[in-house]
Structure formats: structure tokens, C-alpha cells
């Protein structure tokens, strides 16, 4: 009795040799789980900052738009949280999110036939980095923003043919990125183009237009009933003219007089973020306040650009080129790197009437953080070993630029969303190193995808060469 050529099954050894792939991913998912636990309980409280901690904390309080630096994209999620009065909880429900960034880049380069290790190893800086785990530690957007962007990738990318719905969630995922940091709104933009390139259809691109355009078209309408500006926040012209300061020269532009008096005044500072915050800064010397002035310093920048745009360009390339240096540089003087666990505490500002507020109607057991041994000391010891230095993050963004250039350039997309989230920040007001981290997940994925795009697809076998393997197609039903 001869057995049936369908009893050969041709996909099953791959599917067992999938398996072992999956244990490696799972046991390093329990060991970054068990990191966070220990973080948990190495420090007493999550991390405050003043001023963002406290300005997301307020949003959420009074659900109204902030007017200066921060949508409230964030805020909903605080919002959210508040009838459990405990920033802690909050803690560890983004320590959950941080493990989940990792199963999504996980889950993504499978489906694009990466063998396990290969897609367990790009999910290690995400997983193990202390900056990373830090972030997810404090109340801060962070966590959230890298979460909406790396699942809005996923989506995008979780077939060839991109689908309508597909699209759609794409694009709100884009949306709710942007509500949370304005910088993501232009990642829409690029999104569609890729659609566009692909040649994906128009009920996709609607799906995704609509999908991304319709919350933030809401979010200005509520911005406007409250600050009378349609728009998502009120500092992008303070943040581009502090970009301006570091070369804006005068006697160049020529303002017209209204606008002169944002020209620079001596004051000088050790980075262009700083001066949004000098007080001694030409645009801190206008009656009102700096944010008083957004529309004011936007065209006085905007004007600058366009006179002196190489030494704008200059001054990006300069900032943006910190990114990749082997140790990191702070940037500020007083913003040091983050690339350890630190032992310590960290007092609130007490003095300022908004933590009484937030820790009467939040959580009153609001307080500075600290340290707590013996944990303290077993995270300060903690070695990361894939400690990724700027170096080697260029060399992922090279790799990844590579992946772009092949006929199928599986690569593009991470690469390209990377690469602006590296230097849009610094474009629009300075380089911070935790700005880069959004940057780092995308750049590991186009680097492990990179490899893909000198490969020729492999084509499905006509059912004439199935039969001459032996392997018989099955019937349609």
C-alpha cells in the first residue's frame, strides 16, 4: 500500500525548528520580567520630574489641554489609572507595556521569517537597556509613545499587501503617538507614502488618512475651545527659536521690528533647549511669558531658517552626530546619560503649590523617590552587557540604510521612521539622549530585516513543479 504524496509534509520541520526559537524568546522575556520586579522593588515610589511629571499629572486632573509643551495623549492614560490613587501601580503597568514593546518586535520579525535568535536578539536593548527600564519607571510618556509607534509598525508591516483595516489601525495608532508627542504626527505622512509606493489601493490610504487625521482635527478643536489656537500644543515656535539661538545672527535676517526683539541678547547657554528656560533670553524678557509669544518666535524662526539655512543644517548635524559617540556626552551639562541603576533619593519641589494638588486629588502617597537595599545595590551592580553605545547604534541605522536600498527593502519603513525620530526632535528644538530612545527599537528591527532585502522571495512552486517534487497542492473548496 503506497502512502499519498500529501502525507509528506513539507511545512512541519519548520514549524518544529520555530519551537526552540520560541523557548530562547521566552526565557529572555522572564529573565527582563524578573529585571523589572527587581526594579519595582528597588525603588520605593516611581520616579517624578518637575516640571513634565506634574504637568501630565494635572492634565489629567482637570481633562483640559495643556497650553505649553505636552498634548494629553498620556494624560488619558494617567486619567485612566486615577481611581486607583497609586503612581506605583502606574509603574508597573508601563514595566508590563516596556515587556510588550519587546513581544511586538518579537512577533513582527517572525512573521517576516527571521529565525528566533536573530528576532530575540533585536529585542534586547528594549528588554535589558536601563534607560529604557528607567523611563518605564517614571511618569513619563515615553513608554507609551514607543508602544503606539512600534505597534502601529507592526500593523503596517504585518503583511505584504497592507490592508484596509490594517491601515486604519496603523493610523490611529500614528494619531494617538502624535497626542502623546507631537513629534510623531509627521510619521503619518511618511506612512501614506509608503502606502503610496506600495501601490496599496486607495481604500487602504483612506482608511489610513482617516484613521490618522480625524483624532488630531478633534484634538485641535478641543485645544481651541481652550486656548482660542487650533493646534496641538503652544510651543512649537518657542522650540524652534530656541533652536535659532545657537546661530541666528541679526544683522542676516533683518527682522522687522516687532520680531528683533527674539534676536539674540548674549545671553549664552550650553545647549538650544536652554534657552526656552533662561530667564535672562531675549524671548523670557517679553511681557506675558515665553509661551504668550509661540506665534511671534515661530515666524522669527522660521525667518532665520530661511535666511541662514546651512547654518541650521550645521547646527542639526552637530547636535544629531552626539547620538553616535562611543561615550555618551551630556547634552546639557546637567543632563547626564542614563545607563545605569542609581542608588540614592530624589526629592519633590515641595514648595510648588501643584504637588500638593496633584498629591491631594491623585495619590497621597506622592512623594521623592528612593532606593531601597538590599535591591539598590544588586541593580547598581547590574552589568548590562549589550550596552548600546552611540557607535553601535550607528552602525544599526547603517545597517538598516543598507536593507533599504535592495528590490524588496523590507528595511524602509523601520529605517525611515528611525531616522526621523533621530533628527526631528533635534530639528525642532535640541538633541536629548532620552529623545534617541524611540529611535533605537526601529533601528533594531530594520537591521535584523536587512539581511532580507538582498534575498530573492521565494515564489510559490506552480503546481507542475509541486507535482515533479512530489508535493501536491491542496484542492480549493
Not at 502525507?7 to 529573565?31: E, N, S
Not at 502617597?365 to 550596552?387: C, H, K, N, Q, T
Not at 529605517?415 to 526601529?442: E, G, K, T
Request: proline fraction near 9%; charge should be positive.
Amino acid at each position: 500500500m503506497t502512502s499519498s504524496p500529501v502525507a509528506a509534509r513539507p511545512p512541519l520541520p519548520a514549524a518544529r525548528t520555530a519551537t526552540p526559537g520560541h523557548r530562547l524568546f521566552a526565557v529572555v522575556v522572564t529573565l527582563a520580567a524578573a529585571l523589572r520586579v527587581l526594579v519595582m522593588l528597588g525603588y520605593d515610589t516611581a520616579r517624578l520630574y518637575w516640571y513634565d511629571s506634574f504637568t501630565y499629572l494635572d492634565t489629567a486632573l482637570h481633562l483640559r489641554p495643556n497650553g505649553a509643551f505636552h498634548p494629553a495623549g498620556y494624560s488619558w492614560f494617567l486619567w485612566l489609572m486615577r481611581p486607583f490613587h497609586s503612581v506605583e501601580l502606574i509603574a508597573g503597568v508601563q514595566h508590563a507595556v516596556g515587556l510588550g514593546i519587546g513581544v511586538m518586535i518579537y512577533v513582527l520579525l517572525r512573521r517576516r521569517s527571521l529565525p528566533g535568535w536573530a528576532a530575540t536578539l533585536a529585542t534586547l536593548p528594549v528588554l535589558f537597556d536601563p534607560a529604557f527600564i528607567r523611563l518605564e519607571h517614571a511618569i513619563l510618556s515615553d513608554t507609551q509613545f514607543i508602544a503606539l509607534i512600534v505597534g502601529a509598525l507592526l500593523a503596517l508591516m504585518w503583511r505584504e499587501t497592507v490592508s484596509a483595516r490594517h491601515a486604519a489601525l496603523a493610523g490611529l495608532l500614528l494619531a494617538l503617538a502624535g497626542l502623546t508627542r507631537t513629534a510623531a504626527v509627521p510619521l503619518i505622512g511618511l506612512a501614506l507614502l509608503h502606502l503610496l509606493v506600495r501601490r496599496a489601493g486607495w481604500r487602504p490610504l483612506a482608511a489610513m488618512a482617516l484613521a490618522g487625521t480625524l483624532p488630531l482635527v478633534a484634538y485641535a478643536g478641543w485645544y481651541a475651545q481652550h486656548h482660542g489656537r487650533f493646534a496641538l500644543s503652544g510651543s512649537d515656535g518657542v522650540a524652534l527659536w530656541a533652536r535659532t539661538m545657537t546661530f541666528a545672527d541679526c544683522s542676516v535676517v533683518k527682522p522687522p521690528p516687532q520680531e528683533a526683539r527674539l534676536c539674540p541678547n548674549g545671553t549664552v547657554v550650553d545647549a538650544a533647549s536652554e534657552y526656552v528656560w533662561a530667564p535672562t533670553a531675549s524671548l523670557n524678557r517679553l511681557p506675558g511669558g515665553r509661551f504668550a509669544h509661540n506665534d511671534l518666535a515661530r515666524s522669527f524662526a522660521v525667518r532665520v531658517i530661511a535666511a541662514q539655512p546651512l547654518d541650521y543644517l550645521a547646527e542639526v548635524v552637530k547636535d544629531t552626530s552626539l547620538a553616535f559617540t562611543w561615550e555618551p556626552v551630556p547634552h546639557p551639562d546637567r543632563m547626564h546619560p542614563t545607563t545605569s541603576f542609581p542608588r540614592g533619593s530624589w526629592p519633590l519641589p515641595e514648595q510648588h503649590a501643584l504637588v500638593g494638588e496633584v498629591r491631594r486629588a491623585y495619590d497621597p502617597d506622592i512623594r521623592g523617590m528612593r532606593s531601597v537595599e538590599p535591591y539598590a545595590s544588586l541593580l547598581a551592580a547590574y552589568p548590562y552587557p549589550w550596552f548600546l553605545h552611540g557607535t553601535l547604534f550607528g552602525v544599526l541605522l547603517l545597517a538598516g540604510g543598507l536593507g533599504s536600498i535592495g528590490r524588496r527593502r523590507p528595511a524602509l519603513v523601520p529605517w525611515a521612521l528611525a531616522m526621523f525620530l533621530l533628527v526631528a526632535p533635534v530639528a525642532a528644538l535640541d538633541f536629548d539622549h532620552r529623545y534617541v530612545l524611540p529611535a533605537i527599537p526601529l533601528a533594531c528591527v530594520a537591521a535584523a530585516l536587512a539581511p532580507a532585502g538582498t534575498r530573492r522571495p521565494r515564489s510559490r512552486p506552480s503546481r507542475r513543479e509541486g507535482a515533479r517534487a512530489g508535493v501536491r497542492r491542496p484542492a480549493r473548496v
